[in-house]
């Protein structure tokens, strides 16, 4: 049945897309983050549904009156370098050729995507309707798993789709993460109180499922989002109150298995996976800096004995198996080297750097409300990634490109919009710091 009902939704996309190109980019962002196909039986879970979809909206878009190329911003300027650095480091990776190419594959294909649907959002109904994508599309395993683990006691672990980017319950809790405040951004935009209920329901969900992946890195990156939330939230008090009452349920559910678990963060030098994250860690540096141009490539630790005479040279212990970094940053460092990471760090400073500029320029102006509490959550995003990926190994994830963009998007569309009476205000009447002489600066600076 559910085989069925996704053959309907799919076709029935594909056949609006051919119209539509935005169309296309929701649903491919829907199956590349959702997976539903993994959620079926038979052949349909192993069809490149993802693949159909991507020709079918990149053909529609050329045939199409849309912009075909996205605006040329830092964002758009680091994508483009992070794509050309990891074909580069590519070359020279250590590890074997089917496994590299098997992820760049992935990872270009990633970026692609991500800078047409960045080309694509053109309007805030466009905005607000990928980020319902994004949001619900991963939340779903947040709610999901909630109701799994409250009607089991909490015994059990959440996890994700099979064979996924979050099929591991770390991943998941990371990616769980991420959506977590773009749902308080909805629900803080959203003028009809049964759809704000309804959010926050899946709010107070998706934070129990967090919880009960049972990921250490997760409840850190949760303790930050939350810590967060209340600082960028206009409701300070009430953000604290529904944090509390939820931070409250968890720990009264929660079964003794849990308590175990998180515990071991306090005594970490006695937690053989802890340790491990340590070791992995100095085995990125080492490559680093044995490699510093181009580090070990992708999936760098599949190549044991080259990694090992590294290591030997470092007097660092032999890496006896096939592993992750688990971090964002050493993983960005150990595959793609210095420039690597400094790609990737700059590419979060651009993206936090575009929120606060939303956040300073609507601040003050009920009438650009919407965009000041979306830059607020997405920064909020931003920091629980930062913090909880500081442990996991998803440096490439689309769902995190995507808070990227948004972020990007709000910063355009509020450069374009001209819905406030100053902004036909001549310049010399208004100061640099003020939206309406930024907006005019910008639009007399478009070449014509």
């Known amino acids: 049945m559910r085989g069925i009902l996704l053959v309907i939704i799919v076709a029935s996309g594909l056949v609006v897309t051919l119209r539509f190109p935005f169309v296309g980019i929701l649903l491919w962002q829907w199956i590349s983050l959702m997976n539903p196909h993994k959620l079926v039986w038979g052949p349909l879970m192993t069809m490149p549904t993802a693949a159909i979809v991507a020709v079918t909206t990149i053909v529609s878009l050329l045939a199409s009156r849309e912009k075909k190329l996205p605006p040329l911003d830092g964002t758009t300027i680091l994508f483009f370098l992070i794509l050309l650095w990891m074909s580069v480091t590519t070359l020279f990776a ?58 089991h006691g909490g015994t059990g672990r959440v996890y994700g789709p099979e064979h996924s980017m979050i099929g591991d319950n770390n991943d998941l809790g990371l990616a769980l993460l991420l959506v977590q405040p773009l749902l308080f951004a909805l629900r803080a935009n959203h003028p009809k109180p049964v759809v704000r209920m309804a959010l926050a329901g899946i709010i107070a969900l998706n934070f129990f499922g967090i919880a009960f992946t049972y990921s250490r890195g997760a409840l850190l990156g949760a303790a930050a989002i939350a810590l967060f939330l209340v600082v960028k939230s206009r409701n300070k008090v009430g953000a604290a109150s529904a944090l509390v009452a939820v931070v409250v349920a968890v720990l009264v559910f929660a079964p003794a298995n849990w ?67 688990h971090s964002i940053w050493f993983e960005s460092l150990g595959e793609h080297g210095v420039p690597g990471l400094v790609l990737f760090i700059a590419l979060a400073f651009v993206a936090w750097r575009n929120c606060a500029w939303v956040t300073r320029m609507t601040n003050g102006r009920p009438d650009f409300i919407w965009y000041n509490n979306f830059s607020r959550m997405v920064q909020v995003s931003l920091i629980g990634y930062w913090v909880g990926g500081s442990f996991l190994s998803m440096s490439v994830y689309d769902g995190y490109y995507d808070v990227i963009i948004i972020a990007a998007a709000l910063k355009r569309l509020l450069l374009e919009s001209s819905a406030a009476p100053e902004m036909t205000k001549p310049l010399a009447e208004l100061t640099p710091a003020h939206p309406a002489y930024v907006q005019q600066k910008f639009q007399q600076e478009q070449p014509r």
């Open 94 to 151: 250590l590890a074997p050729w089917a496994l590299v190419w098997d992820k760049y594959d992935r990872v270009w294909k990633m970026i692609l995507f991500t800078l047409i649907s960045y080309t694509l959002l053109t309007s805030r109904r466009r905005l607000e309707i990928f980020t319902w994508v994004v949001a619900l599309s991963i939340a779903f395993f947040g709610v999901k798993g909630a109701i799994w683990t409250l009607i």
């Open 259 to 325: 308590y175990s678990r998180m515990e071991t963060i306090n005594s970490y030098k006695s937690d053989s996976s802890a340790m491990g994250r340590l070791y992995f860690w100095r085995i990125a540096i080492a490559v680093a800096e044995t490699r510093p141009l181009v580090g070990g490539g992708f999936e760098y630790m599949y190549a044991p004995r080259v990694i090992n005479s590294i290591l030997a040279a470092k007097s660092v212990e032999s890496l006896e198996s096939a592993r992750t970094a």
